[in-house]
């Protein structure tokens, strides 16, 4: 048992080195950089969608909005105020939990498909307000955001999502691993039971809000920093049909499937933007995310917890849950 | 405002919704009056009803769409979060068929399209939806909801992929530009579209309570067990209930190029106001999706005609349903013509 313990950590140390490593090979190459560094913002964000919805079962498709929330709120007091991005980036983290915190109050009676429902309608609603109000906030023409700080470079760049990565993914997995993580799935199952074993229901609903959407705020705000300018676009309902697609294939159900499943769909889908084989040169344009929408839904029709799921699960959880399968047969045996 | 706080714990009539929704509507009216006196809709009647028709024209439309999804829900117990895309493909079908020939009424279009979208529905129901009917997948609710949000997804990229990002629009119905009746101006292309709509609607209230496949839906609909024991095959109806729905969504689609271009994302907008319209109207409940559809289009143009800033107006209007909605669904989530669960 102990044996295996070291395996899995020994996997994810591999894994963080190799991350920290790879802009030594990169360097020449800011475009390269700059794609990494988008695919760890989409793997925070189908992640923590991941917590949200898979193991807390709150199926929110607001997540962009808040994405929004994060970033509009920095770049808004960064041009009218001139605050620094830090300050920025810490305001518009709190107002995103804040706005979760009054999602997560109302949606306390809406179950599954009209959470859905209740939540694009939120993001909609924002998307327009934010193109409509375009005197204060730039509308379609997006607003733009100061560097994270004077001179920055796309390795800095690439080294401050990858930690906010690193960091909001212990988070969730302490989270998950906590008492919280046992009460928010047993929400989940079933959330009459759960309240009559003694959950607060409404404690863990409001608070699962809450800091997913603090998580998402965060990077937000910091990532369309690096970008220099947000737009509307980022709201729509197509961008977060985006992440959940990712989170869905890497595994809806594990937080670091959800995040190498982004990052893997993020990073192959810039790759094969065009391809060129034997002098063929191919444009793939939109038929890439139409690939990526059918791999989405056979996925979901015949690995429902995603792709990825074989090897973490091989990795992390096989042994112990043979044991215990072991186990629950011998004693079924013992007493019949 | 005082009588809608009142009546709030009882408003289990629709009747009482409805005349409370009235009331206070009179009310915000009258409140927009007092502080806008210089209002267009303030000033000319005429310029109200105007808009007012407009909207309930383009709200029957609407309204087609809308019956398609809570059809699905109804009988089967989900949203169908693809349901936007199905009427997008429903205008292109109608679209790529009319560019066959030369000089054909777009109505022509509208069962092609019918018939196209259907058969998606039904392949899409065998594969995707039959397998958590039969019990062979976990978390079936959570699984419903992404599945069509997937199916829309992979609709909505392939069509971007085959048509490209281009605006496209098919002949009008009509060639004439205005009809006048009275101090209404009313735009006969619409018309058309919207007697589709009508027509249509009355065909499937029709086939739903005077056919005996009709019956058999609407029991299914009620109790699956029972509907089984009389003989009905609760899978069958299933099948038949998402490729009736998806047939609906796509005529509509068909119904509607002829009057709005079309691009590939014109789905995302449909679907987000077919949500609103069932919601409100009551989630499976076909008079629901019918009023609603039309309430939507009066809110819309009435919204959008009596904003204080025109061309803001125009912009939110998607946004004053929306807000109807998110209302209804914190104030009332069983809509106006909804059952309880």
């Known amino acids: 048992m102990k044996h295996r313990i070291d395996s899995r950590w020994i996997a994810v140390a591999v894994l963080v080195t190799l991350l920290v490593l790879t802009p030594l090979y990169l360097k020449r190459s800011p475009y390269q950089m700059a794609v990494l560094t988008g695919a760890f913002f989409y793997a925070i964000l189908a992640s923590s969608w991941a917590l949200l919805a898979g193991i807390a079962g709150q199926f929110s498709f607001a997540h962009m909005a808040f994405v929004g929330i994060g970033a509009y709120t920095a770049g808004l007091l960064g041009r009218d105020l001139g605050t620094t991005p830090l300050v920025g980036i810490l305001a518009g983290t709190l107002m995103a939990g804040l706005v979760g915190l009054i999602i997560g109050l109302l949606c306390l009676r809406l179950k599954a498909a009209y959470l859905a429902l209740f939540t694009i309608a939120f993001s909609e609603i924002l998307r327009i307000v934010i193109v409509t109000e375009f005197e204060f906030t730039e509308g379609s023409n997006g607003l733009q955001l100061s560097k994270l700080w004077e001179g920055v470079t796309g390795t800095q760049e690439y080294y401050v999502t990858l930690a906010l990565l690193l960091g909001s993914m212990a988070l969730m997995y302490w989270l998950a691993g906590s008492r919280f993580g046992l009460f928010v799935r047993s929400m989940r199952e079933d959330e009459e039971a759960a309240s009559a074993m003694g959950v607060n229901v409404v404690r863990y609903k409001v608070m699962i809000f809450v800091i997913t959407s603090l998580i998402v705020g965060l990077a937000g705000s910091v990532f369309y920093h690096q970008v220099g300018i947000i737009t509307p676009n980022t709201m729509e309902i197509l961008q977060m049909s985006m992440v959940i697609a990712m989170a869905v294939i890497g595994g809806m159900e594990s937080l670091l499937g959800a995040a190498i499943g982004a990052f893997l769909s993020r990073f192959g889908l810039e790759m094969l933007r065009e391809i060129n084989i034997l002098g063929f040169h191919l444009e793939l344009g939109a038929w890439r995310y139409a690939a990526f929408g059918l791999l989405l839904i056979f996925t979901l029709r015949f690995a429902q917890n995603g792709l990825l799921y074989p090897i973490i699960d091989r990795l992390f959880k096989r042994r112990a849950r043979e044991e215990t399968v072991a186990k629950r047969v011998q004693e079924t045996e013992v007493e019949s | ?341």
């Open chain 2, 1 to 341: 405002m005082v009588p809608l706080w009142y009546f709030t714990p009882n408003l289990d009539r629709w009747y009482w919704a409805g005349g409370t929704g009235v009331l206070s509507a009179v009310e915000l009216y009258g409140l927009f009056a007092i502080t806008q006196p210089d209002n267009l809709c303030v000033t000319n009647a005429g310029y109200v009803a105007n808009q007012a028709s407009n909207g309930l024209i383009i709200g029957s439309i609407y309204a087609l769409t809308a019956v398609g999804l809570t059809l699905i829900y109804s009988v089967q117990g989900i949203v169908s979060f693809a349901h936007g895309q199905s009427y997008m493909i429903g205008g292109y079908a109608s679209y790529y068929f009319l560019q066959l020939f030369t000089d054909l009424n777009p109505i022509v279009g509208v069962p092609v399209a019918g018939l196209v979208t259907m058969l998606i529905g039904f392949a899409f129901e065998r594969l995707f939806l039959r397998p958590m009917h039969l019990g062979r997948i976990e978390r079936a609710g959570e699984y419903a909801i992404l599945i069509t949000f997937g199916f829309g997804f992979f609709l909505q990229y392939t069509a971007l992929a085959i048509v490209g990002p281009f605006s496209q629009k098919t002949d009008t119905y009509l060639e004439s530009g205005s009809l006048h009746l009275g101090p209404l101006n009313l735009i006969p292309n619409r018309l058309v579209a919207a007697a589709v709509g009508m027509v249509l609607i009355g065909i499937l209230l029709y086939f739903i309570n005077h056919t005996w496949t009709g019956k058999a839906l609407r029991a299914v609909s009620m109790d699956k067990q029972a509907a089984a024991v009389t003989g009905i095959n609760p899978l069958t109806m299933n099948t038949l209930a998402f490729g009736i729905g998806t047939m609906l969504a796509g005529m509509s689609g068909a119904a509607l190029i002829p009057v709005f271009t079309w691009v590939p994302w014109v789905g995302m907008l449909a679907s987000t106001r077919s949500y609103v319209i069932i919601v409100l109207g009551g989630l499976g409940s076909i008079p629901g999706a019918l009023a609603g559809g039309l309430i939507i289009g009066l809110v819309e143009a009435l919204g959008a005609g009596c904003y204080p800033d025109p061309s803001r107006g125009a912009a939110y209007k998607t946004a004053f349903g929306l807000i109807l909605f998110a209302l209804t669904l914190l104030l009332r989530p069983t809509g106006l013509f909804g059952r309880e669960s």
